[in-house]
């Protein structure tokens, strides 16, 4: 802290002081979080007299001697993954219990098969998992298993995947994996960061201070709705509408639009200069359009690409007419070009501005429009699923939207790895749009099929896979150890596997919960009523959920609003 401190007083500048501020801000808010539990382990190990601690951040003392070793170096490693059979030169694990700088209690596990007098491992790690929930999720890395371990530190190049049924950790180890990949390729990930996306606001604003706890502020992180900048959904699709716009037909109906509004009729560039009229011949500029759209395609980025080069195709016939008298540089000729608004008008012609938002809008609102970009893909039933009136968007047109900004407008931001979470509930299309921001399809998709509540419900990865950039290289790992459900509520839904995703492995249930599931028949109409009652007599000793299915959700809203037990 006092050497943050001091660095945030060293600027030289306001604007130089302003980002040292802020800085300093930050690193000071993650040493906050890590104070609730800096150190968390300790090994010894064979032949070596210095036992290693470890934790959450790297600690030195006045000589800059080591004295903690960050959990993401590779000398923790054995804290996570030594075992009797496989010691890895460790003689003794020590794991630490504390709250902020208090120490509580302290687990010792011997390597050699031992037993030791203390509290067991597993006595740490189900106190952690029966600990109440915060209204923002903690991190793991004191209690982190090793099949865990073993999916944080995947190489990160090859995509993948990560299937784990509830309580097994998916979403935990997804965020620890973030932290340990810009730690370890720290050089390289820097620079375009890590993207971690999850299914909504709400879930992102719970897991939203696990990396900074763990002292990370250059992970991204977003809600699927939120991955094209401006756009708030607030409409809602009928199933049968998202399902639709949830198709991969889409993508050509969205290209069609794109392609019809681009249409453009060339006409040739002719401006009078020192008494000649130099002109770019309507035959060059078609010539020149072909060639943009063919290197670098239709995106905004393009289209000024294609305007520089009229310019330059301009600049260098005027040289060639006038020789020796020429006496305007490239910068005066293209002023004299843009006057009046000249230049700008022939390359409208040419290429037309395109808003990728009003493409998308022209689609649902001008039923002719979507006929003739629909033609081939959809049928009219299908056209008329998709017509509305007015503005506003909703969750299936974002990815629509993306597929229109990727060949109109501005794509979006890619990144060195792409960290997906609950990825089974994301529809084709948002697959698609979640490929884009994959850098040569760096990715980590974490979820389970057999939880699918998405317009798309998939049977397996195997169905999920092809949306995907390199998705038939992925590696499909799976978490079995259900560390927060009770073996209470896992017994009860297990046999639903058999129907839902009867490929996947069943889950092991880690723990005990105490209480066994009830089950109350009631009549059809007073269905909500009685879920409401017991809701509200359940709600006394935490948080409760109403699940509803689909047809019943509007009667559930309108039906709690008025409730009043």
């Known amino acids: 802290r006092d050497v943050v401190g001091r660095a945030a007083e060293a600027a030289d500048g306001e604007v130089a002081q302003a980002a040292l501020d802020a800085w300093a801000a930050k690193r000071i808010a993650t040493f906050e979080d890590a104070e609730r539990g800096l150190l968390f382990g300790r090994l010894d190990f064979e032949a070596v007299e210095r036992a290693l601690y470890v934790g959450r951040r790297w600690v030195h003392d006045d000589e800059g001697e080591q004295v903690v070793v960050n959990w993401q170096a590779p000398a923790a490693r054995p804290f996570y993954t030594a075992t009797p059979q496989d010691p890895q030169r460790v003689t003794l694990r020590r794991r630490f219990r504390a709250q902020g700088r208090k120490l509580l209690d302290i687990a010792d596990e011997a390597l050699d098969g031992s037993t030791l007098d203390g509290a067991s491992v597993g006595d740490f790690l ?8 915060d209204t923002h999720m903690r991190d793991i890395v004191a209690t982190i298993q090793a099949d865990q371990y073993r999916l944080i530190t995947h190489a990160p190049e090859q995509p993948l995947v990560i299937q784990g049924g509830p309580g097994t950790g998916k979403t ?5 994996r973030a932290s340990w990949l810009l730690y370890t390729h ?4 820097a620079r375009s960061r890590v993207l971690v996306v999850g299914p909504n606001r709400t879930f992102m604003e719970y897991v939203s201070h696990v990396l900074p706890a763990l002292g990370e502020d250059s992970v991204e992180q977003l809600a699927v709705a939120d991955l094209v900048e401006g756009v708030t959904p607030t409409l809602r699709d009928s199933p049968e ?12 109906v969205v290209a069609r639009a794109v392609e019809l ?9 002719n401006v009078k200069l020192e008494g000649e009229y130099i002109r770019v011949r309507v035959r060059d500029v078609e010539r020149l359009l072909a060639e943009i759209r063919e290197e670098h395609g239709t995106t905004s980025a393009a289209r000024e690409r294609f305007r520089m080069s009229l310019v330059r195709s301009f600049y260098s016939e005027y040289g060639r007419v006038l020789g020796g008298a020429a006496i305007r540089d490239g910068e005066e000729v293209e002023k004299a070009l843009r006057t009046g608004g000249y230049l700008n008008k022939v390359v409208d012609r040419a290429w037309p501005a395109v808003t990728p938002e009003k493409v998308v809008r022209a ?4 039923p002719a429009f979507l006929a003739e970009a629909a033609a081939d893909a959809l049928s009219e039933d299908e056209q008329r699923l998709l017509a509305r009136r007015g503005a506003g968007w909703s969750d299936a047109d974002v990815a629509l939207l993306d597929e229109a900004h990727a060949l109109a407008g501005v ?15 994301l529809s084709p299309m948002q697959l698609r749009m979640i490929g884009r921001r994959a850098r040569d399809g760096a990715l980590t998709i974490l979820g389970d099929v057999a939880q699918g509540t998405g317009a798309v419900t998939y049977a397996s990865w195997d169905e999920v896979l092809p949306y995907l950039p390199r998705g038939d290289e992925a590696t499909v790992e799976e978490l079995r150890h259900a560390y927060r459900v009770p073996r209470e509520i896992m017994r009860l839904a297990l046999p639903l596997l058999d129907t839902i995703a009867p490929d996947i492995e069943r889950p092991l249930a880690y723990r005990v919960g105490g209480l066994e599931p ?9 269905l909500l009523r009685e879920a409401y009652r017991e809701a509200a007599r359940l709600a006394r000793d935490g948080l409760v959920a109403l699940i509803v299915p689909e047809e019943l959700i509007e009667p559930a809203l309108a039906h709690g609003s008025s409730y009043d037990g």
């Not at 189900?126 to 929930?133: A, F, N, Q, V, Y």
């Not at 720290?186 to 990930?189: A, F, G, I, Y």
């Not at 509408?241 to 050509?252: E, I």
């Not at 689609?363 to 001008?366: E, F, G, M, P, S």
């Open 186 to 189: 720290r050089e390289r990930l």
């Open 261 to 269: 509004r681009l249409a453009g009729e060339p006409e040739e560039l």
């Open 411 to 425: 794509p979006g931001r890619t990144y060195d790895h792409v960290i997906v979470d609950e990825a089974q509930d």
């Open 126 to 133: 189900l106190e952690e998992l029966d600990r109440s929930r």
């Open 518 to 526: 009830v089950l109350r028949r009631v009549g059809e109409d007073a």
């Open 363 to 366: 689609l649902w609102t001008t």
């Open 241 to 252: 509408t998202a399902r639709l716009k949830a198709d991969t037909r889409m993508a050509g």
């Open 172 to 176: 935990a180890v997804g965020l620890h």
